[in-house]
């Protein structure tokens, strides 16, 4: 008689452990199944123990999974809600440079080109003899017509004076090219002074920002270029983007680098273009 209790016993304790309900499905493959729609009319806990209740989480955290055999836990997520007739930030692209432009330095004339149209080509001497800034170069793919791009470009400038003591100036102009055409520019001036405790050397900060509607769809390339107009004395020293020399204490490669920094907006929709 004591063996047959133990043994009925024994069955509902292992009956207890192993067992999975299931609900609308005679064949449940987890502790609890539920084949259809749920309606839950109070709190969600999860993490509980024995012991301890569960963790219901905070207003507006979302439920998010740690994956296998671990328990979900309530996460703080701060997404936007997008709505049709927006613009929505896609994507950035950063470039720095420290080479920049030194070849339009002592010895070379300005182009004495004076304005530039949106379209002129970039390789067009007779649209001014633009000089590139290489490691600006920069290349991605317009996805939505509907759309605006815009361009942060900044850098330094630096010239010397054949003397210290006597005042010079150098007129350029630098621009944003897509696909070797013109699209934005911006002329400037830069001027020494009678700066003979800096040897002669005159820095300046040089931006340049323009924004873009509705870029055609496809494959971009962005490119910066520079190039110099008009200067009082041709045998002044003029870099863009980098130091005159190393050897000076007044500035480096670093201190007058270019950046350009391009951002792509997109109209938000939830329909077919």
């Not at 149209?117 to 633009?130: L, P």
């Not at 045998?235 to 792509?264: M, P």
């Amino acid at each position: 008689m004591k063996k047959t209790i133990y043994f009925v016993m024994a069955g509902l304790c292992s009956f207890y452990v192993h067992a999975q309900v299931g609900i609308d499905t005679n064949v449940p493959n987890a502790t609890l199944d539920v084949n259809g729609k749920t309606t839950l009319r109070k709190e969600l806990r999860v993490g509980g123990t024995p012991a301890l209740v569960g963790n219901a989480g905070l207003n507006g955290q979302v439920l998010v999974s740690q994956g296998e055999n671990l328990p979900p836990v309530w996460k703080s997520i701060n997404v936007s809600f997008m709505e049709e007739g927006q613009y929505k930030l896609i994507n950035s692209f950063l470039s720095l440079d420290q080479k920049g432009i030194t070849t339009l330095s002592n010895g070379v004339a300005g182009d004495n080109i004076y304005t530039s149209t949106v379209g002129d080509n970039v390789t067009d001497t007779g649209k001014g003899k633009w000089v590139k800034i290489e490691g600006l170069e920069n290349n991605f793919t317009v996805k939505n017509p509907r759309n605006r791009i815009t361009y942060q470009f900044q850098s330094g400038i630096e010239m010397k004076a054949p003397v210290a003591t006597t005042s010079q100036n150098i007129s350029f102009a630098c621009g944003v090219f897509r696909g070797g055409k013109l699209v934005a520019v911006r002329p400037d001036k830069v001027s020494t002074t009678n700066n003979s405790a800096k040897g002669g050397f005159q820095e300046y900060i040089f931006t340049l920002n323009y924004t873009e509607q509705n870029v055609p769809l496809g494959a971009q390339k962005i490119e910066v270029a520079c190039r110099k107009i008009e200067t009082s004395d041709v045998n002044s020293q003029f870099t863009i983007g980098r130091n005159i020399s190393n050897s000076n204490t007044v500035s480096n490669a670093f201190t007058l680098e270019s950046d350009l920094k391009i951002d792509i907006i997109e109209y938000v929709t939830y329909k077919a273009n």
